[in-house]
């Protein structure tokens, strides 16, 4: 039973498209985060939910919206897709916060053509 | 500015051998830390919490030095299945912030 489910795993899309990338964590955690890798294998956090509230924004694109409809999704819905948001988007879940660390879902590729 | 500092590699070593690498935060405030674990084109998993006083995992040894600001991982007897990138991770602090990750260091063990 997968703990931290993303999908779908790619995604291929011409530029100025708008997609969603669902996630759905059956761990019972209390917050879930987005995080982008870009080609650099660079780790950035988008955003953290708590409680279906949204407590981190780092400088993300008003393109970039996340959307929690309870405590176990965190999907992310991306309008005007642009050729630089290629790249591998994370979801992972934790308890208690940052604290004991998180569990990361499988990713998904997104491709921007 | 929050700033998880690492050497990228690769740092190819032989089987068998012990193999460590360090990184560096700019938060003092720091209060966690890891050690996670990628493998190409996975997601990234945790390997082991950091603990002030050093803990170790089987092969695996991490070690914190607060006062200088850095963390260490040691593998010994190094198997062809450790060749990953090792991210260093650090929680900066209060509920409200999320996980700073480094860059990550590429190892491959070699047969």
């Known amino acids: 039973d997968t703990a931290v489910s993303q999908t779908p795993k790619y995604l291929v899309t011409q530029m100025g498209n708008d997609k969603s990338i669902k996630c759905e964590q059956n761990?019972?955690?209390?917050?879930m985060y987005w995080y982008k890798q870009d080609s650099k294998k660079f780790l950035k956090i988008m955003f953290s939910?708590?409680?279906?509230?949204?407590?981190i924004n780092e400088t993300v694109p008003n393109r970039f919206s996340p959307k929690s409809p309870d405590k176990a999704h965190l999907n992310l819905h991306i309008n005007s897709l642009e050729l630089g948001d290629s790249a591998v988007y994370f979801c992972?879940?934790?308890?208690?916060?940052?604290?004991?660390?998180?569990?990361f879902g499988s990713g998904t590729r997104l491709t921007v053509v | 500015r929050k700033e998880v500092e690492q050497d990228p590699g690769p740092f190819n070593v032989p089987e068998g051998a012990t193999v460590a690498f360090n990184c560096t935060y700019s938060?003092?405030?720091?209060?966690?830390f890891f050690w996670y674990r990628q493998d190409c084109r996975k997601e990234p998993k945790l390997l082991m919490s950091?603990?002030?006083s050093g803990n170790e995992d089987g092969r695996f040894t991490a070690q914190l030095n607060r006062a200088s600001q850095y963390i260490s991982l040691l593998i010994r007897d190094s198997k062809l299945s450790d060749s990953a990138t090792y991210l260093c991770?650090?929680?900066?602090?209060?509920?409200?912030?999320?996980?700073?990750f480094g860059k990550g260091t590429h190892l491959i063990i070699q047969p």
């Open positions: 991770v650090v929680n900066d602090g209060g509920g409200a912030d999320g996980l700073t």
């Open positions: 761990l019972g955690h209390d917050t």
């Open positions: 992972a879940s934790s308890q208690y916060g940052p604290r004991f660390g998180y569990t």
């Open positions: 938060n003092s405030a720091s209060q966690s």
């Open positions: 939910y708590n409680n279906k509230e949204l407590i």
């Open positions: 950091v603990y002030s």
